[in-house]
């Protein structure tokens, strides 16, 4: 079993920052990518933003520019780094891990998500 803890959301105004924090822990042999989700009510969860542990980055277009994600120092960790935050921003953010179970055996987690309200 894996576990995805987030933290850091919350509300905030519009033109603010916030930074939600991703740590996995439990049965992990290695990560190949993390990344962070959004969902409102009623929508498809979309893609905000993605890490391989190689580095490598991927942006959705709405937030290109203003969100960046990044790894921890601290194993197993993922942040993003969000600024100049619009209120269309407002949705659950989920942390999402694609993870080596064992050597070869690969599976998709979830963190239980994160409140994120930007006030105009």
């Known amino acids: 079993q894996v576990q995805l803890v987030e933290s850091g959301g919350g509300l905030v105004q519009a033109g603010g920052s916030l930074r939600l924090s991703c740590a996995a822990s439990g049965s992990i042999f290695s990560i190949n990518a993390m990344g962070w989700y959004r969902q409102a009510p009623g929508k498809q969860r979309e893609l905000v933003a993605s890490i391989t542990w190689g580095g490598s980055t991927n942006y959705a277009d709405s937030v290109k520019g203003r969100f960046t994600i990044s790894r921890g120092n601290a194993k197993n960790t993922v942040y993003l780094q969000m600024n100049s935050l619009k209120p269309e921003d407002t949705d659950v953010y989920y942390c999402?891990?694609?993870?080596?179970?064992?050597?070869?055996?690969?599976?998709?987690?979830w963190g239980q998500g994160t409140q994120v309200t930007v006030s105009s």
């Open positions: 999402n891990a694609d993870i080596n179970v064992l050597a070869g055996i690969r599976y998709t987690w």
